[in-house]
């Protein structure tokens, strides 16, 4: 039934997509719009996309009409007047959204026509996001308190600054052309190379000069505000490193553990003052710092926006904060906010409550560049380094950062306990004043080295609680070194969250020993369901966490199910685009009858969106984890990408029927500056494989090659698995030939995997999703329907106006390499490009 609109003057809404994936953006905001986009057509509105994100799946939704376009202001504006555009979505975007809108705001002309509304803020909020001065002495004025800050235009207007401000100083870019980066100068002779090279991220050439609150505690609260001021808070999370280290470089911890309750109250009352003060409808995330000697609060950051503790929140709550915020910034009240009946009716409007504790640990990429030959800059300050983030869900802080480690590092060598065993005191000193991605680890070793609580909370200014935790954690795990493996010893380790793996270590065993002790022990994990109310009322709860308790919330939801192990956290080459990947293939199989289970870490992965699959588990991805889900739900077959080779082998092994989605282990290395990769791209079904389009590849980028391969004879090429191909070759030549000589592809050629980046982007600019072909190619092989879908699209399959490129992420920014990354193998994201604009 056709539902009216909250304003029938609003009916045609344009969301602004977020572009590229970087450091900080890791496609939340795609998977926000995703999500959305359904309820919001189903009440009446008319809705439009826009984006240039080669691994958007919100692009491929049928619930709007799509647009590939490059994100600039003049676009836009067409795209208004020629859809008729009522109201556009900024805040879906990101902060990216919000700024594009703020100039498309100041360049909107009578000549335009009607501008359309902006959903969520005012445009005064929106130009007061972009002058952090103003914003300052509005938040100011009502009684709240922030760094003071100073705006400056040239170096000796913030060389005269320096005579009254005294050391560390935070400085960053006012009306920022990109992403806000902060940088904190700690000695003199940084500060006029600081000051030029953040003037330059200044779309007006204007720096913003603080004193640095380096040392202190730093939460984030984020709340939802309606059209009529009511304000709830979705949750708290608090960083274990205190401010002067990146939120995302941290180690966070929800719920809050460290500060009382009269003091978390008080933050909660000035988010919903930031809240109410900017006007905004929909979510506020609001970060502060505290003093805890003085108790004094400072708001350093406003982000009333869709960022990544806007899905890391959802997540780990149940509560489905991108429905809500969607309704509310097109007008809704809270209390009128529809939600899918598998939540309860008064979902909406009740605070979540966690009776589970949930650890972010930040991911780096920094071994995959070291094993390239790239050296980075290891040292953890105010500027982003991580690339990603995996979750560990426990029902104490110790099961829960075990497991976080576990997700997030299952392949890192600096994490290991032999790496910790050879670190010198000297550097072990070093590092905790300076330090580096092994954090938690280190803290763990100085801990064994007999370093105290005190001193070392003292040294990294973090909350003394957590060395108290870290040497429970100690005490058992030399329980369990010293001990047998017994019933009493696995129960105490497993609800510490110890993966069988290292029980194996501890006990000079194996595997399967350990899995076989906890089966005749009768240790094995139970189910938790993630609800917004801990259970208090009756929803039909699809996320879980294991931990080790009597009660099993979890049933299986099918005898005929299928599980998908997602691909964790994101890393660099193309771990968005496995987001992507795993999605569609969800996607499919639900659309094909079956149940679909899906195994994930990482809050930013749309593969984890609640509509998507029947069940979700919260879990690392090692086997342990695996066959305990397995155990759980006995699915027919397991889907697993490629380059987990290892956990194939393992689930192999065990007699599990496992489903391998072609990946290569590591991301291809692009090809010279001085040549260029060519590829015939193919889709084999199993039985036959079909030529589908020549794409040429220089570095960062690809295009398509407007060639006719259709016949191209592929009789002595042995393909292992359905999926996509490449057969590739390279040549010295740089140019972008309009046709090219063939080679003998079963000669003169190697095969590989498509990588995921390009089976994305091919789908979009093709029109036809490559994953989906192979999802349906599992049941013994294309139909008649399927065949003739992939013969239909056969004329569109050669050329096209649009290249993906992979070159813009500036690392030198965030990384400091001592040479070139390679962008086409360490890309963070890439973006699709009109060949006439470039």
Not at 458 to 479: A, G, H, N
Not at 526 to 533: D, R, V
């Amino acid at each position: 039934m056709y539902k009216r609109t909250t304003d029938e003057n609003l009916k045609r809404i344009l969301f602004l997509g977020a572009g590229e994936t970087d450091f900080g953006m890791q496609g939340e905001n795609d998977a926000a719009i995703y999500q959305v986009l359904p309820i919001l057509k189903s009440q009446g509105y008319r809705l439009f996309l826009v984006d240039d994100n080669p691994y958007s799946m919100a692009l491929e939704s049928s619930e709007a009409e799509t647009i590939v376009s490059t994100l600039t202001v003049q676009n836009i504006k067409s795209i208004i007047k020629e859809k008729q555009i009522d109201a556009v979505f900024p805040g879906f975007a990101g902060i990216r959204g919000i700024r594009l809108w703020q100039q498309i705001i100041s360049e909107w002309r009578e000549t335009d026509g009607a501008r359309p509304v902006g959903l969520g803020m005012p445009d005064s909020t929106v130009e007061l996001l972009n002058d952090s001065a103003a914003l300052f002495e509005r938040l100011e004025s009502a009684g709240l308190s922030m760094p003071r800050a100073t705006i400056v235009r040239n170096q000796t207007e913030a060389n005269e600054l320096l005579r009254d401000l005294e050391l560390p100083l935070l400085v960053r870019a006012h009306n920022p052309a990109a992403g806000t980066t902060r940088k904190i100068v700690r000695r003199l002779d940084d500060f006029e190379d600081t000051i030029d090279q953040v003037m330059s991220q200044s779309l007006t050439g204007e720096v913003v000069i603080s004193k640095a609150i380096n040392g202190l505690k730093e939460i984030s609260i984020l709340v939802l505000r309606d059209t009529n001021g009511n304000c709830m808070q979705v949750g708290a999370t608090e960083d274990m490193d205190p401010v002067g280290i990146h939120t995302a470089d941290s180690l966070s911890v929800a719920p809050v553990l460290t500060i009382s309750d009269q003091v978390l109250q008080e933050m909660r009352s000035q988010a919903f003052l930031v809240a109410n003060i900017l006007n905004i409808q929909g979510p506020v995330h609001v970060q502060l710092a505290l003093n805890e000697k003085t108790n004094q609060l400072y708001i350093i950051k406003v982000s009333p926006y869709l960022d990544n503790l806007t899905n890391r929140m959802a997540l780990m709550t149940g509560y489905p904060v991108m429905l809500v915020a969607a309704q509310l910034a097109a007008g809704r009240a809270i209390q009128d906010v529809e939600l899918p009946d598998s939540y309860h009716a008064k979902t909406a409007m009740m605070e979540p409550v966690m009776d589970h504790i949930v650890v972010k640990l930040p991911v780096f990429s920094f071994g995959d560049l070291k094993a390239a030959g790239v050296e980075v800059n290891r040292q953890l300050n105010s500027i982003q380094k991580s690339v990603g983030s995996a979750l560990g869900f426990g029902r104490t802080f110790t099961e829960a950062m075990e497991k976080a480690i576990r997700a997030a590092h299952f392949n890192n060598r600096s994490f290991s306990p032999k790496y910790m065993k050879n670190v010198s005191d000297d550097e072990l000193i070093q590092q905790l004043i300076h330090p580096h991605d092994n954090r938690v680890l280190l803290l763990v070793e100085a801990l064994r080295r007999g370093y105290e609580v005190d001193e070392l909370a003292e040294l990294t200014k973090i909350d003394e609680f957590y060395f108290y935790q870290l040497k429970q954690l100690l005490k058992i795990e030399s329980q369990i070194v010293d001990g047998e493996a017994s019933q009493e010893m696995l129960s105490v380790a497993k609800q510490s969250g110890l993966s069988d793996g290292l029980l194996a270590r501890f006990w000079q065993t194996d595997f399967q020993s350990i899995r076989a002790l906890a089966k005749q022990s009768g240790v094995v994990p139970t189910y938790k369901a993630l609800e917004p109310s801990a259970g208090e009322f009756p929803e039909n709860a699809h996320q879980f966490f294991a931990t080790f308790e009597e009660e099993n919330e979890s049933e299986p939801v099918s005898d005929k199910s299928i599980l998908l192990v997602g691909a964790g956290a994101f890393r660099m080459g193309d771990g968005a685009a496995a987001g992507y990947v795993t999605s569609v293939v969800l996607s499919e199989l639900r659309k094909l009858g079956y149940k679909t289970v899906i195994m994930n870490n990482n809050a930013a992965d749309a593969s984890l969106l609640p509509h998507l699959s029947d069940k979700q588990y919260l879990e690392p991805l090692e086997v342990s984890d695996v066959m305990a889900v397995v155990d759980q739900e006995h699915p027919e077959a397991i889907v697993v990408t490629g380059n987990r080779r290892k956990l194939i082998e393992a689930l192999v092994a065990l007699g599990q029927k496992v489903i391998v989605l072609p990946k290569e282990k590591h991301q291809p290395a692009g090809p010279e500056k001085d040549e260029s990769e060519f590829a015939l791209n193919i889709f084999y079904d199993g039985e036959q494989a079909y030529p589908l389009v020549l794409t040429q590849h220089q570095e960062g980028e690809v295009r398509l090659i407007d060639q006719d391969v259709f016949d191209a004879d592929l009789s002595g090429i042995k393909l292992p698995y359905s999926g996509v191909y490449q057969l590739i070759w390279r040549e010295k030549r740089t140019d972008w030939p309009a046709e090219v000589s063939l080679p003998n592809f079963a000669v003169d050629t190697w095969l590989r995997p498509m990588p995921f980046g390009e089976i994305a982007f091919l789908s979009k600019i093709l029109q036809l999703s490559l994953i989906r072909l192979v999802v349906r190619s599992w049941k013994g092989g294309l139909d008649g329907s399927d065949l003739e879908a992939l013969v239909a699209h056969m004329p569109a399959l050669r050329g096209s106006d649009f290249a993906m490129v992979s070159d813009r992420t500036d690392f030198d920014l965030h990384l400091k390499p001592d040479s070139p990354i390679d962008s086409t193998r360490f890309e963070m994201g890439a973006k699709m490009i009109r060949l006439q604009e470039n």
